[in-house]
């Protein structure tokens, strides 16, 4: 996909005999990535992603954005072969802890089943989270974001396995 819109971009750009950075069409990688991920095109998400983590190797996001395409696509185990080897390379890397619990948990496994340099603090909800959100919440009168809730959290996680579907809490 990305080889066709270069190829379209240095098409383009001979016809308007510019260069291929200065058409206001471009599109960089970022918007391409976000463009089939609003769309929900997983496949061809991961076909880009791909593409770019081979032509960037020793990029560290670009290979975790990649194991996170396979998150995506419900490769599972693979993601976990590869975030495994970025860990060992990179085990302060925030997303690359946060993506491997997300991928043990959606194996079926505990986080205590993976060798960590650091075990990550995961928090589940129990009555002492619970007391830690209500004693953050009692005294707002207008409604909290979650991720207000969420950084409230923080100090004291690095993981909080919750989705949440509506984003206000009351």
């Known amino acids: 996909m990305l080889e066709k819109i270069k190829n379209e971009l240095v098409a383009n750009s001979k016809i308007l005999e510019v ?19 609003y769309s929900q095109n997983w496949e061809e998400l991961l076909k ?10 020793d ?8 194991c996170e395409r396979y998150i995506d696509n419900g490769l599972y185990e693979k993601a976990l072969c590869y975030l495994s ?8 890397n925030y ?11 959606l194996l079926g496994c505990d986080e205590s089943e993976f060798n960590w340099k650091r075990p990550p603090r995961v928090l589940r ?3 002492e989270i619970l007391d830690i ?33 509506d984003n206000n809490l009351k």
Do not use: M
């Not at 080897?85 to 302060?92: A, F, I, T």
């Not at 997303?95 to 948990?105: A, F, G, K, R, T």
């Open 48 to 57: 880009y992603q791909e593409q770019i983590a081979r032509e960037k190797p």
């Open 133 to 165: 959100c209500y004693d953050y919440l009692r005294l707002k009168r207008r409604p909290r974001n979650f991720f207000e809730l969420y950084s409230n959290l923080w100090p004291i996680a690095d993981f909080f396995p919750l989705s949440i579907k």
């Open 19 to 37: 260069e291929p950075a200065s058409c206001s069409f471009y599109q960089e990688n970022w918007e391409v990535e976000a463009e089939l991920y």
């Open 125 to 127: 909800p129990s009555l």
């Open 95 to 105: 997303d690359i802890v946060h993506s491997l619990i997300e991928v043990l948990l």
């Open 85 to 92: 080897r970025l860990y060992n390379k990179d085990p302060d």
């Open 59 to 66: 990029c560290i996001e670009e290979q975790w954005k990649l």
